[in-house]
């Protein structure tokens, strides 16, 4: 093997650890386990150093179709996300490389096609671009802990647009330089400056779009629980109002059993008190976790689905002290349980509708399992259920909220459909969380 070809493989090590960088920093990975990320970047790598030392003509459609092949396949957001990544980090390589190309052109004299026959200055550029493009990547993507938002796709088709122009204006800066037939000048150098500063901004008007969909994604979650506890609260006073009617009547109440007690009619008495049990026990919350708060969320919950004819079974093993905030707590169950009673409205008149619910402890992790009887369900990007309301940004957002919000206690939120019946499992770790939402 010659000793030039050796040398593109630290060329292609760096562009692979490029693509794995800017990926998982900018989208995060789909999959929790390691396998198919290291198969996949290990291929690369392999095919990147083969090709480009034996088709070095084929080597920058290659790095094309796996920046836009890649994301699809391993990392998550919606597809207009992947793509848009996939197109900023073509870019980015794109104009790394020209920069670098027309400042070894500035600096050593030489035209732009002569780099290529110096083969000690050509895989020095190569790498100084490689290490650009790099740096770049860190630079402009952050680590992110969580999901992106939603954000509309005709942003992203401008932002591409953008980027895209730079990289046109990146060769045509490239061509006027070799058609000169001249190294290139400071005045080449500074251009193409310019141009990577430009494609820069992009990414931070990018950032700052994602900034004010996540914000508008907080709003609607927030109103949409204020709306919940407003319900909450006037099903509280209807409660409150008749526990008070209850007490009124006690002594009443007490008055007639004792009545048919003293008579000896024993039969009514019994059925006397199951009606004044059922009765008392209608508008009291359940005691199920323990936990007040959470009891009356479920209590509610519980309440509004059997009013509309749905069964309602929770299954709540034994459980610890709660360590994680109440408040996470209610908005995980509520947005699940709310999704549930809105997919058993939608069944036809006639059909079987119900919800059950499962919480249980093991070590320091909770585990909850919610399934109703629902329609066919189309999974979405990234696992959820896709929203079928025409105004995406305001609905179909309380699944992507409690998400991100698993998240934040190392845990994971599993749905999927089958037969009928649509299932939501959600684990989380028992530790305190100070982060708001």
Known sequence: MEPSMLLHVPVALIDTLTIAVFFKRFLGRKYDFARPYVLTYLAYFLLNAILSALYPDIIAAFSVVSCFAIPYALYAGTKMQRVFCGGLLTAYVFVSEILTMLALSFAFGFVPAEIATNTVLFYAGAFTAKAFSLVLALIVSGDRKTALSPVPYYYYLLLLAIIYTCVGLSYIDLMLVGQSGSPATIFHVLSETAIVALSIMVYLVFKKIQEYAERGAYAAIVEQQLMNHERRFRMMDSQTMEIRGIKHEFVNHLTSMRGLSANRLYEELNDYLDSYIQEANSVLSHSITGTPSIDALLSSKIAVAESEGIEFDANIGALPKLLISPVHLNIILGAALDNAIEACRKLPYGTKRYITLGIKAEGDWLYFRIANS????????????????????????????????????????????????????????????????
Do not use: W
């Not at 079928?388 to 698993?406: E, T």
């Not at 998240?407 to 708001?436: M, S």
């Open 374 to 437: 629902s329609l066919a369900v189309k999974m979405g990007d990234g696992g959820l259920p896709d929203t079928d309301k025409p105004d995406r940004l305001r609905h179909g957002l309380g699944l992507n909220i409690v998400s991100r919000l698993v998240g934040r206690y190392e845990g994971a939120l599993v749905c999927g459909y089958e037969g009928g019946e649509f299932a939501l499992l959600t684990q989380i770790k028992q530790t305190p969380d100070e982060n708001a939402i």
